[in-house]
């Protein structure tokens, strides 16, 4: 092992030479983290940085947060057993108290909750497995622009056709609906499309001759993350509710980016006043370590014992960061902080809307957040909607980096900027990633437009 001193380049490399050529952050966003604090984190090489990816929306209380480091440690220290498979302990059960007790009453006072293996993509994965189960049928629907996960039921709900490319053979009988995307509407009609959008998924379900069977379940997400941070309108959520209760299809609602407060409700369906039959939880769930679980109305509870199981689905850690962080978001009211925060970020996104055309559509809830950047000198279609332009958002990410603020990409071609930074971030700290934005976009801009030497 060689002594010289860690630095960003040595790790990278390192990194580079051991690790699969399917990483992707280490891509764009080149550095070794070596401590972590709240919402910066700070390089090998010293740099500090204002972090609004959070482990792609995972750290509600940002890095290292007292409540969740305490609640770890207690559990160290009285010998708590690591891991239990599914067996109970006193610890999982408080973990599951304060869940519940986060739920509304209508969806609790019904609801069982299965542990899942720790990914976000499991729990989808279970809930899957849950409705095909319970109903017998095979087909499922999902819509353009969803992510729910990288396995393979998980993959074959992805609206993202070039994760599908190099995977023959994914789960098939999926099909894919449109979702309310008003600056690129699938209906071309704009703002009105998410009526258009619901009668269409009416009339499909009417059709006798729709092309496929009975569904098991619809698949959704309230608010699209990876998708582009696409928030559909409340009236669109209850239409959807509506209609699958009406057609005896389990409604899915995907909350693994969304829930706990993120979008400025504890959890967002909240905001369309519905009951799901199922909500996938993970990320924040586990205080930053990794938990999934599903939870469901017990009309759909026909699995046998053993019919779904996961060696790590008994993680105490993450059940006692994850009791630690709900107790926390819920006593503190973060979700309200997440909506007023949001609301002064997207001041800072919306200026930058503003001054540069370049930066087509500002949109989300709370702190799911996200700017696309387009092509402002090629021809708009019929709504105004330019070309999506990854390269520009790729040269912003790139300028924010250099300037201190990780973000994300992500939409349609990643021409998305991304912003999922923790639920704890104080105004001032809102007020710089704005100033970093918008002094980037500028920079982007200005090098994108520069006339050839």
Same mark, same amino acid.
């Given at each position: 092992?060689s002594?010289a001193?860690?630095?960003?380049?040595?790790?990278?490399g390192?990194?580079?030479?051991?690790?699969s050529?399917?990483?992707?952050?280490p891509?764009?966003?080149?550095?070794?983290? %070596?401590?972590?604090?709240?919402?910066?984190?700070?390089?090998a090489?010293g740099?500090?940085?204002?972090? @609004?990816?959070?482990?792609?929306?995972?750290? *509600?209380?940002?890095?290292?947060h007292?409540?969740?480091?305490e609640?770890?440690?207690?559990?160290?220290a009285?010998?708590?057993?690591? *891991?239990t498979l599914?067996i109970?302990?006193?610890v999982k059960?408080?973990?599951?108290?304060?869940?519940?007790?986060?739920? =509304?009453?209508e969806?609790?006072?019904t609801?069982k909750?299965?542990?899942?293996?720790?990914?976000?993509?499991?729990?989808?994965?279970?809930?899957?497995?849950?409705?095909?189960?319970a109903?017998g049928?095979?087909? +499922?629907?999902?819509f353009?622009?969803?992510?729910?996960?990288?396995?393979?039921?998980?993959l074959?709900?992805?609206g993202d056709?070039?994760?599908?490319?190099e995977? !023959?053979?994914?789960?098939?009988?999926? *099909?894919?609906?449109?979702?309310?995307?008003?600056?690129? @509407? =699938?209906f071309?009609?704009?703002?009105?499309?998410?009526?258009?959008?619901?009668?269409y998924?009416?009339?499909?379900?009417?059709? =006798?001759?729709?092309?496929?069977?009975?569904?098991?379940?619809?698949?959704?997400e309230? +608010?699209q993350?990876?998708g582009g941070?696409?928030?559909?309108?409340?009236?669109?959520?209850?239409?959807?509710? %509506?209609?699958t209760?009406e057609?005896d299809?389990p409604l899915?609602?995907d909350?693994?980016?969304?829930?706990?407060?993120?979008?400025?409700?504890?959890?967002?369906f909240?905001r369309?006043?519905?009951?799901?039959?199922?909500?996938?939880?993970?990320k924040?769930?586990?205080?930053?370590?990794p938990?999934?679980?599903?939870?469901?109305?017990?009309e759909?509870?026909?699995?046998?014992?053993?019919?779904?199981?996961?060696?790590?689905?008994?993680?105490?850690?993450?059940?006692?960061?994850?009791?630690?962080?709900?107790?926390?978001?819920?006593?503190e009211?973060?979700?309200?902080?997440?909506?007023a925060?949001?609301a002064?970020?997207?001041?800072?996104?919306?200026?930058?809307?503003?001054r540069?055309?370049?930066?087509?559509?500002?949109?989300? %809830?709370?702190?799911?957040?996200?700017a696309e950047?387009v092509?402002a000198d090629?021809? !708009?279609?019929?709504?105004?909607?330019?070309?999506p332009?990854?390269?520009?958002?790729?040269?912003i990410?790139s300028?924010?980096?250099?300037?201190?603020?990780?973000?994300? %990409?992500?939409?349609?071609?990643?021409?998305?900027?991304?912003?999922?930074?923790p639920l704890i971030?104080s105004?001032?700290?809102?007020?710089?990633?704005?100033?970093?934005?918008?002094?980037?976009?500028?920079?982007a +801009?200005?090098?994108a437009t520069? !006339?050839?030497?």
């Amino acid at each position: 092992m060689s002594d010289a001193a860690p630095s960003n380049d040595r790790l990278l490399g390192k990194q580079a030479d051991r690790e699969s050529n399917a990483r992707s952050y280490p891509r764009y966003l080149p550095m070794a983290i %070596r401590e972590a604090q709240g919402v910066e984190v700070t390089d090998a090489d010293g740099n500090t940085y204002y972090d @609004c990816l959070g482990g792609a929306g995972t750290l *509600h209380l940002g890095h290292n947060h007292p409540v969740v480091v305490e609640a770890i440690e207690e559990a160290m220290a009285a010998d708590r057993p690591m *891991h239990t498979l599914d067996i109970t302990t006193p610890v999982k059960e408080a973990f599951v108290d304060t869940l519940f007790d986060s739920l =509304p009453d209508e969806f609790a006072d019904t609801a069982k909750i299965q542990f899942c293996s720790p990914a976000g993509t499991d729990a989808i994965e279970a809930a899957l497995k849950l409705t095909k189960t319970a109903t017998g049928n095979r087909s +499922v629907l999902s819509f353009r622009g969803g992510y729910h996960g990288m396995t393979h039921g998980s993959l074959g709900l992805m609206g993202d056709t070039d994760a599908k490319e190099e995977v !023959p053979g994914t789960m098939g009988n999926v *099909h894919h609906l449109p979702y309310p995307y008003p600056y690129r @509407c =699938p209906f071309g009609v704009g703002d009105e499309g998410h009526e258009v959008g619901s009668e269409y998924v009416e009339r499909l379900l009417d059709d =006798p001759e729709r092309g496929f069977t009975d569904p098991a379940a619809m698949v959704l997400e309230p +608010v699209q993350g990876e998708g582009g941070s696409i928030a559909p309108p409340a009236d669109w959520l209850r239409e959807m509710r %509506r209609i699958t209760r009406e057609h005896d299809v389990p409604l899915v609602v995907d909350e693994i980016q969304s829930g706990l407060g993120r979008t400025g409700d504890l959890y967002d369906f909240e905001r369309a006043d519905i009951t799901p039959d199922v909500v996938t939880l993970s990320k924040a769930v586990g205080g930053g370590l990794p938990l999934a679980v599903m939870l469901y109305d017990e009309e759909y509870d026909d699995w046998e014992s053993g019919a779904h199981t996961g060696t790590f689905r008994g993680n105490q850690l993450a059940m006692a960061a994850g009791r630690a962080t709900i107790e926390y978001i819920v006593e503190e009211d973060l979700p309200s902080h997440a909506e007023a925060m949001g609301a002064r970020l997207r001041d800072h996104l919306d200026a930058a809307a503003d001054r540069f055309d370049s930066v087509g559509d500002v949109r989300g %809830r709370g702190l799911m957040l996200g700017a696309e950047m387009v092509d402002a000198d090629a021809n !708009p279609d019929d709504l105004g909607a330019y070309p999506p332009d990854a390269d520009l958002a790729e040269a912003i990410q790139s300028e924010c980096f250099d300037r201190g603020l990780i973000v994300e %990409r992500g939409g349609r071609e990643g021409a998305t900027v991304r912003f999922l930074p923790p639920l704890i971030i104080s105004k001032e700290q809102v007020e710089e990633v704005g100033r970093i934005f918008r002094e980037s976009v500028e920079a982007a +801009v200005a090098e994108a437009t520069a !006339p050839s030497p």
